[in-house]
């Protein structure tokens, strides 16, 4: 089987909320896509409820576009302890967090309900499992921890 990245992670060594680049790619074109870890919750000592984490994926997928250019996707962790994010190009960490620091500032403190995205039948695969208020808790608890641009040492940049 093939060998993926996230899986050679030390997930007991990493201390979470941060961002970390997983590896460049380019396709047979030229192109380069950027693979991100953007974890939010320290692995193993905790998850993210999926309804807060389903309504948090909704709304970055509207917020973090609006804040940077490139996004390609943004999904969540099975584990439910962060999210994939993947971008065209080869943006740097620290551009990376401060729109995702942003986005989560949004979330925690602006966003409506008619704010989130895609939350009827016909736009989302599971529109009963969101909740608006466990993503702006989960939002608030990872702004208050900081968003480190080092996975192994608390490193900020954004506040
Ligand atoms: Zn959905």
Same mark, same amino acid.
């Given at each position: 089987?093939?060998?993926?990245?996230?899986?050679?992670?030390?997930?007991?060594?990493?201390?979470?909320?941060?961002?970390?680049?997983? /590896? =460049?790619?380019?396709?047979?074109? @030229?192109?380069?896509?950027?693979?991100?870890? =953007?974890?939010?919750?320290?692995?193993?000592?905790?998850?993210?409820?999926?309804?807060?984490?389903?309504?948090?994926?909704?709304?970055?997928?509207?917020?973090?576009?609006?804040?940077?250019?490139? =996004?390609?996707?943004?999904?969540?962790?099975?584990?439910?302890?962060?999210?994939?994010?993947?971008?065209?190009?080869?943006?740097?960490?620290?551009?990376?967090?401060?729109?995702?620091?942003?986005?989560?500032?949004?979330?925690?403190?602006?966003?409506?309900?008619?704010?989130?995205?895609?939350?009827?039948?016909?736009?989302? @695969? /599971?529109?009963?499992?969101?909740?608006?208020?466990?993503?702006?808790?989960?939002?608030?608890?990872?702004?208050?921890? @900081?968003?480190?641009?080092?996975?192994?040492?608390?490193?900020?940049?954004?506040?």
């Amino acid at each position: 089987m093939a060998e993926v990245e996230s899986f050679t992670l030390d997930h007991t060594a990493v201390k979470a909320p941060y961002v970390r680049l997983i /590896n =460049v790619e380019a396709g047979p074109k @030229g192109d380069q896509i950027s693979n991100f870890d =953007v974890r939010f919750v320290q692995p193993n000592s905790g998850e993210i409820p999926s309804s807060g984490l389903h309504t948090i994926e909704h709304l970055l997928a509207s917020l973090l576009r609006d804040r940077i250019d490139g =996004v390609i996707d943004c999904s969540p962790f099975g584990c439910r302890t962060g999210f994939h994010l993947i971008m065209w190009g080869t943006p740097c960490v620290k551009e990376v967090t401060a729109a995702i620091a942003s986005s989560l500032h949004a979330i925690a403190e602006e966003a409506t309900w008619e704010d989130v995205p895609g939350t009827d039948v016909y736009s989302c @695969g /599971n529109y009963r499992d969101h909740s608006l208020f466990s993503a702006r808790e989960w939002a608030r608890t990872i702004l208050e921890q @900081g968003l480190s641009v080092d996975p192994f040492e608390r490193v900020f940049i954004v506040h």
